[in-house]
């Protein structure tokens, strides 16, 4: 999304636009066929049922449980192959390798996310950074996550709200993906002298994309809409990328890269 600020001032590319403010929206890019197939598959994937009989690696909600909270599901895409079909789609790796300059991208991670209607906290994404939850990789590694959009997602729905800038302030102490206070958190959240909190909404048409750089400060609230908000984030690297693997600590992540079936490479230049 280029904002020229002036008559005089030249639009900025769409990698200038992600560097400067550390997160770019697309247009709709992914094909509406495409999205509109997936959802039914991501309501199968919801509800336990896996088409390739793969269970996905982790759920934060299962069937029964709370229908106001806001549902994750991590690797969704080894469950069901239309999905898989999603998250591989050439355009995306396409839009990384363009925002990143990088020659090769790779899928490390993904989650299936669904936010109900009804306005209830329970739908609230707190503050944070992912660098936070990502501690495989080493300091200076390309990792960043693009989020797409099932349908469209408008202000009302709990869109993902980013804080403008926020990747050139560090590793922030205070965020936490699961508190739903926003504004307790806001308070604990210690900014850089002089640096100003200024919010924008990712508001997305469907087949839109949403990238982000791993230390931009994100969260979002309640759909307060009548319609559920359906996305998938999509953790993905550059060749500029190097992991840690920690057999003190859960690597998962980080140990299976080499198994091109779980983590594809959806863009190489090559």
């Not at 959802?39 to 982790?58: Q, R």
């Amino acid at each position: 999304m280029n904002r020229p600020k002036g008559n005089h001032i030249p639009m900025l590319t769409p990698r200038e636009q992600f560097q400067q403010d550390g997160f770019y929206l697309t247009t709709s890019v992914l094909p509406a066929e495409l999205i509109e197939r997936a959802i039914p598959h991501m309501d199968a994937v919801m509800m336990g049922e896996y088409e390739t009989g793969i269970p996905p690696h982790s759920r934060l909600w299962n069937p029964g449980e709370d229908s106001h909270k806001i549902r994750k599901i991590d690797e969704a895409h080894m469950s069901d192959r239309t999905l898989y079909e999603l998250f591989t789609h050439l355009e995306i790796g396409r839009w990384a390798a363009e925002l990143m300059d990088a020659r090769w991208i790779q899928l490390w991670a993904s989650q299936l996310l669904y936010k109900p209607p009804g306005g209830r906290a329970a739908g609230h994404v707190g503050w944070h950074q992912d660098t936070q939850y990502w501690k495989y990789w080493q300091a200076g590694s390309e990792v960043f996550t693009a989020w797409i959009a099932v349908g469209d997602v408008t202000e009302d729905m709990g869109a993902m709200r980013f804080v403008r800038g926020s990747h050139h302030w560090g590793d922030l102490k205070g965020g936490n993906f699961f508190d739903p206070d926003h504004d307790a958190q806001q308070k604990a959240i210690k900014l850089p002298p002089e640096e100003t909190w200024v919010e924008e909404a990712a508001v997305l048409p469907s087949g839109a994309i949403s990238f982000h750089h791993s230390y931009a400060l994100h969260g979002s609230g309640s759909n307060t809409s009548y319609c559920p908000r359906r996305s998938f984030a999509l953790h993905l690297r550059t060749e500029r990328s190097r992991p840690i693997k920690d057999k003190d600590e859960d690597s998962y992540y980080v140990d299976h890269l080499d198994d091109l079936k779980l983590h594809p490479v959806i863009y190489n230049a090559e």
